[in-house]
């Protein structure tokens, strides 16, 4: 499963405090993030289930080829998604 959080309207500010308070305390050691738009995973076929849990922003990334004999189409959504996403570094005045 990937959980993503919808940020429109965010400020870097209130998404870094998110992260940090959400994120980060998941996955220790991150070095950033990855950003893309929704359109992006409609165009793969995805979807998303906004559960807000543990944040109102937060969705769940549904829709995903699971099958036994859907692995490389799986494979090249996610290489799709990556080729399309902007990483962004953690910024320097937090703290790992």
């Given at each position: ?29 991150s ?27 937060h ?38």
């Open positions: 499963m990937l959980s993503i959080y919808r940020t429109e309207s965010c400020s870097e500010s209130e998404l870094w405090t998110i992260y940090q308070r959400h994120v980060e305390s998941s996955q220790s050691n070095i950033g993030t990855a950003r893309t738009l929704a359109e992006d995973f409609y165009a793969e076929g995805l979807s998303f289930d906004p559960d807000g849990v543990p944040h109102p922003r969705a769940n990334v549904i829709r995903w080829p699971l099958g036994a004999d859907q692995k490389e189409q799986l494979k090249d959504i996610k290489q799709a998604l990556a080729d399309r996403a902007t990483f962004v570094g953690r910024p320097a005045n937090l703290s790992p």
